[in-house]
């Protein structure tokens, strides 16, 4: 991810970064020339380090001018940073969640700055996380109110002061923690997105005229008016944004997808092909989780315990098995051992194999002063075990040295001319083909499954937006798309290799 965090935040060139360990002095520096400290004492290195975001405004010259950290849970002593919600909810009332809020640990800035350093730091932290509403300022105890108020001083958002809702008889408002608290809707106020009609053709083509001249040339100049009109009982929306009266951005959706096509070109095999999993396609996966086979089930039985190991669970898997009949033995993991099942096949190798050191040492020259036989060896052996299943085996804790293979001399696959060695690596090809056939075919067949349940995606067909309007906004426009497909779970958006990354692409995964 780029240092860079936010480049347009208002004039003069004034713009954020994320706070690097370089600028530890000059936030020292900062601290030092200002007055007035919302929290002391605090540890610069460990915040840039620690926090969750920590950013710095910097100048023209790029020179830091103001800093600010933050984390996902209240800096108060005594609270628990994994369970402050319900400290939240019954101090304050109020019902903040821990995956859409942030607090301020840290806010220092010059003085030349501090009546818009907080508002533009907010705006640029909201607009890069579309998933965070809330950023809370907690105030420490005896912290001096115009330490605080010098941040807010802007009257173009409102900060929310919240007092503790449960207060005995001694309070005293400065004698207790409270906090102010930024909404996302008074920072970057969501766009307004409905339906289009047949009065926004013009805006609508002249907004995708920009990004695809294509379009209008092909069909027309009234081609939205027409599917809005002439076509209603389409599968296909459209929904845009307007703002004062004019369209400012507009996304044409498609509920006709190609689902064979899909299927056949991409692995959506998690996604059930992009179709509703009928009872029995969701039974066949749950019977295909090897983990919940070896953990679920006999943790569900009360076979099993969460804090068991395979050993005492195998004892109480015995132990349930009626008499008469004979268990079947799970495959556990040992310290070390190493199990061969195919002891007889192992044996018949070995029979017929000795060691090279009872061949003379003029055995090379015996075959014409070169000595493939090694190689060769290993390439029969290699070609004779793929003919049978194989080895199902669990090695754990080996020394290196004992699996090192000896170099060995079979009397059977002895080369007595070159005849004889190119049609023993003709036979390993022949074989070593048909085994990859054989795993490509049970791929393909995989691959092949078709899922034989309802429609569960839609597609985007057309996005765009005006010029002034930014794509990091594009997300409301992905929120309003699934109210308006209220009965589909998945949203498609096909993009060309030549295409330019945008901010909407980050919603989406990768298939």
């Known amino acids: 991810m780029s240092i860079y965090f936010n480049f347009d935040v208002g004039p003069k060139g004034r713009r954020f970064r994320r706070a690097i360990d370089g600028d530890k002095a000059d936030i020292e520096y900062i601290i030092k020339k200002t007055y007035g400290e919302v929290y002391g004492g605090a540890d610069i290195g460990s915040l840039i380090e620690l926090s969750t975001l920590s950013i710095c405004m910097i100048d023209v010259n790029k020179d830091v001018i103001g800093f600010m950290a933050l984390s996902d849970h209240p800096n108060v002593p005594g609270v628990s940073q994994v369970d402050w919600e319900i400290w939240m909810r019954n101090l304050f009332q109020k019902y903040f969640l821990s995956r859409n809020t942030l607090f301020i640990h840290y806010i220092c800035c010059l003085d030349d700055v501090a009546d818009f350093f907080l508002e533009e730091a907010l705006t640029s932290v909201f607009t890069q996380d579309v998933y965070l509403n809330n950023i809370v300022v907690m105030i420490p105890h005896g912290c001096p109110e115009d330490h605080i108020t010098r941040y807010l001083a802007s009257k173009k958002r409102n900060f929310y002061k919240y007092l503790p809702s449960k207060m005995g008889s001694g309070f005293r408002e400065g004698n207790c923690s409270y906090f102010y608290a930024a909404m996302r809707q008074d920072f970057c106020p969501k766009l307004k997105i409905r339906g289009a009609v047949e009065e926004d053709n013009d805006d609508i083509v ?21 599917i809005i009109s002439r076509h209603p009982t389409m599968k296909r929306k459209v929904i845009v944004a307007a703002y004062q009266d004019h369209v400012i951005g507009v996304m044409c959706l498609n509920a006709e997808v190609n689902y064979e096509n899909l299927q056949n070109t991409y692995e959506l095999h998690p996604y059930y092909g992009l179709r509703k999993a009928t009872p029995l396609e969701k039974e066949l996966k749950k019977r295909n989780n090897i983990l919940l086979k070896t953990f679920g089930e006999p943790i569900l039985y009360g076979r099993w315990g969460p804090f068991d190991r395979t050993s005492k669970a195998k004892q109480k898997v015995d132990e349930d098995i009626p008499p008469g009949e004979t268990a079947v033995e799970p495959r556990i993991k040992t310290s070390s051992k190493v199990i061969f099942r195919h002891i007889s096949l192992t044996e018949d190798r070995y029979d017929r194999v000795y060691m090279k050191k009872d061949v003379s040492d003029d055995y090379s020259v015996k075959l014409g002063g070169t000595s493939p036989t090694v190689s060769l060896l290993s390439n029969a052996s290699v070609a004779e075990l793929l003919d049978e299943d194989p080895f199902d085996y669990e090695i754990v804790n080996i020394d290196t040295k004992l699996l090192k293979v000896p170099r060995v001399i079979s009397r059977d696959y002895e080369p007595k001319s070159q005849s004889d060695r190119q049609s023993t690596l003709t036979e390993f090809e022949t074989k070593l083909k048909r085994r990859t056939s054989v795993m490509a075919k049970k791929q393909e067949e995989t691959s092949k499954y078709n899922y034989s349940g309802e429609p569960n995606a839609f597609i985007i067909e057309l996005f765009g937006c005006r010029e002034d309007v930014d794509y990091k906004q594009s997300f409301d426009f992905l ?31 990768v298939s």
């Open 206 to 226: 002249e907004i995708l005229d920009k990004k695809c001249p294509q379009l209008k040339e092909l069909y027309g100049e009234y081609y939205i008016s027409e």
């Open 479 to 509: 929120e309003a798309a699934f109210e308006a497909m209220k009965d589909y779970d998945y949203c498609i958006l096909r993009m060309p290799c030549t295409e330019k990354s945008y901010p909407l692409l980050q919603h989406f995964c």
